[in-house]
Nanobody, 126 residues
Framework: QVQLVESGGGLVQPGGSLRLSCVAS????????MGWYRQGPGKQRELVAT???????NYADSVKGRFTISRDNAKNAIYLQMNSLKPEDTAVYYC????????????????????WGLGTQVTVSS
């Protein structure tokens, strides 16, 4: 089993920045990729960004150029740096991890994420 704990959410004004953190524990060596999902009020869940053990990253079109995902293997952690935040970024952000092999879809690696954190709320409002 893998446990994921997120932190760093909060209230920020439009145009501001936040940095989310996620620390993994348990069977760390089983993890092939990690990432962030979000679900806003009345919206479907959206995959925001992923990072593989080889540090290949993918982003949703809605956050490209504004969000950056990174990892620190020594701390078993990933981060999501969110800049130029918009009200539509308001959501609960979930850290996810996959112990499954990747599949290539449209030239991009994808994973089925079988571990989820409890989520952290991000609210972008003036």
């Amino acid at each position: 089993q893998v446990q994921l704990v997120e932190s760093g959410g909060g209230l920020v004004q439009p145009g501001g920045s936040l940095r989310l953190s996620c620390v993994a524990s348990g069977r760390i060596l089983d993890i092939n990729a990690m990432g962030w999902y979000r679900q806003g009020p009345g919206k479907q869940r959206e995959l925001v960004a992923t990072i593989s053990t080889g540090e290949i990253t993918n982003y949703a079109d809605s956050v490209k150029g504004r969000f950056t995902i990174s990892r620190d293997n020594a701390k078993n952690a990933i981060y999501l740096q969110m800049n130029s935040l918009k009200p539509e970024d308001t959501a609960v952000y979930y850290c996810v991890a996959s112990s499954q092999p990747s599949t290539a879809v449209g030239g991009q690696l994808q994973w089925e994420f079988d571990y989820w954190g409890l989520g952290t709320q991000v609210t972008v409002s003036s």
